[in-house]
């Protein structure tokens, strides 16, 4: 690929952000009632979906760690980050409903994933949160529910910058105001507030990320100060 040496990567580049969209999703999860802080399903380190045509060929989909993680709320699964848990409450399997495609790319959308904005320097790029419209126009080709099940942990065509992430967090940690950033010091960043989220989500989100340090996938960020 043709370098480009002059490339602002923070504010330009483009990144498959993996695990970080899991609060995110799993907020979306809590709002519109898909799973609650009771609800525990076993990660055995894979789900496997049937293939219709071969039924001896399942499609499996992973977690990170082989051997599973075990017995998985929603605070487990995103401090362990479990995917299992996302495929099942992101996209949906068997008897359990899932939040859906449309429902993923709304509340990653909400928060400004995908999106881009004007800061000092121009305008930064927008990014990519698939949907079966994108996947159609790109591809034509129709979505199906491995699409899902990997746009749930952040894979599959998902690319955001990473000021839109930092932005994005900021967002879920200030309970919905969801800033510009500018450069310069010598204007106030305008913002938005993001509303209508159940003030009780955000603290159920909050201790499950803080849990990604003091038990989960960052405890190497668990520092005495």
């Known amino acids: 690929a043709e370098d480009k040496p002059f490339l602002n990567r923070a504010l330009s580049g ?7 969209v899991k609060p995110f999703v799993a ?28 039924p001896g060929n399942p499609t499996v ?6 051997e599973g993680h075990g017995p998985t709320d929603v605070y487990h699964a995103i401090a362990d980050s479990v995917n299992t848990f996302f495929y099942i409450f ?9 939040l859906g495609i449309d429902g993923i ?22 990014g990519i949160i698939p949907n079966p419209e994108w996947k159609e126009r790109l591809f034509d080709d129709a979505w199906r529910i491995g699409d899902t099940y ?21 967002a879920l940690a200030n309970r919905g105001e969801l800033i510009t950033p500018r ?23 909050h201790e499950a990320m803080r849990q990604t340090v003091t038990e989960g996938t960052a405890q190497t960020l668990r520092l005495p100060y």
């Open 90 to 98: 992101g996209g949906g399997f068997q008897e359990r409903r899932g």
């Open 61 to 66: 989909f992973r977690d990170w760690r082989p």
């Open 27 to 54: 907020l979306g999860m809590l709002e519109e009632g898909i799973v609650s802080t009771d609800d525990v399903v076993t990660s055995t380190g894979r789900l496997e979906i049937p293939n219709p045509w071969n």
């Open 14 to 20: 483009l990144y498959t952000p993996g695990s970080t």
């Open 150 to 170: 990997n746009t749930v942990i952040g894979q599959f065509g998902t690319q955001v910058t990473p000021l839109q992430m930092v932005r994005a967090v900021v």
């Open 183 to 205: 450069i310069t010091t010598d204007n106030v960043s305008p913002s938005r507030m993001i509303t209508g989220i159940d003030p009780n989500h955000y603290d159920i989100i």
């Open 105 to 126: 790319y709304d509340y990653l959308t909400l928060f400004g994933l995908g999106q881009g904005f004007e800061v000092s320097l121009g305008a930064t790029p927008d």
